[in-house]
């Protein structure tokens, strides 16, 4: 089974990677929140991967964090919830953390605005799942993390991306000063930004020099 992936990005759509590992291209299914995150193409990438068998295919499911993944695949082991219906949820525009909040409070409403999930299977979700999710990651989602939180996922994310961890130490501990008190994807963004800017411009740099 495949669990993860390092390599070139070279194709990217909303719902759909190719990463080249060795000159092999791996096609990757991925949410709609993984791709709003990831690099350009010839970026180097990391994928989370849920190698998905059946009898006639093999697909593989990529994802930023380890918390996509795993919801992922407890939503893929609810009856009629299938690895489609389950990526379309995770590309709701909700954060997994809200998500998982959602699910262990019974708010069967906020799932049935997804498209794809009725009444029914909104009903399932919560039945079969709201006890698997820990109390633990509930508190996380309930007080929409704290920064230390945010802080510790958005270097993950990056270190995933192919970023160097002290850069990103670096950035992160400048954007904590204006930033604390926002959650991940406002963090993520600022700081992706930063050092996306500074890729840019370092052969620009070493060129003039």
């Known amino acids: 089974m495949i669990g993860r992936l390092s390599g070139t990005l070279v194709e990217k759509q909303p719902n759909h990677v190719i990463v080249d590992v060795g ?3 791996y096609s990757v299914l991925i949410p709609l929140s993984t791709y709003t995150v990831l690099g350009d193409l010839e970026d180097r ?3 989370l991967v849920h190698t998905h068998l059946r009898e006639d295919q093999l697909q593989l499911y990529g994802f930023l964090t380890a918390r996509e993944r795993k919801l992922f695949e407890m939503l893929i082991t ?6 489609s219906l389950a990526l379309k949820v995770l590309s709701s525009g909700r954060h997994v953390d809200d998500l998982s909040a959602a699910i262990r409070r019974g708010e069967v409403e906020r799932l049935v ?3 794809g999930i009725g009444k029914k299977t909104a009903e399932r979700i919560v039945m079969e799942l709201r006890d698997r999710l820990t109390d633990a990651a509930a508190e996380v989602a309930d007080a929409r993390r704290p920064a230390g939180g945010a802080e510790a996922e958005v270097a993950s994310a990056l270190v995933n991306l192919g970023y160097d961890r002290r850069e990103i130490d670096e950035v992160l501990a400048r954007a904590l000063r204006d930033h604390a008190a926002e959650g991940f994807d406002r963090l993520f ?3 992706l930004a930063e050092l996306s800017a500074a890729r840019k411009n370092a052969p620009r740099a070493r060129a003039k020099g």
């Open 45 to 47: 990438v990391t994928l």
């Open 78 to 83: 609810v009856s009629g919830v299938g690895p």
């Open 189 to 191: 963004r600022v700081v």
């Open 113 to 115: 605005g997804i498209p």
């Open 23 to 25: 000159g092999v291209g």
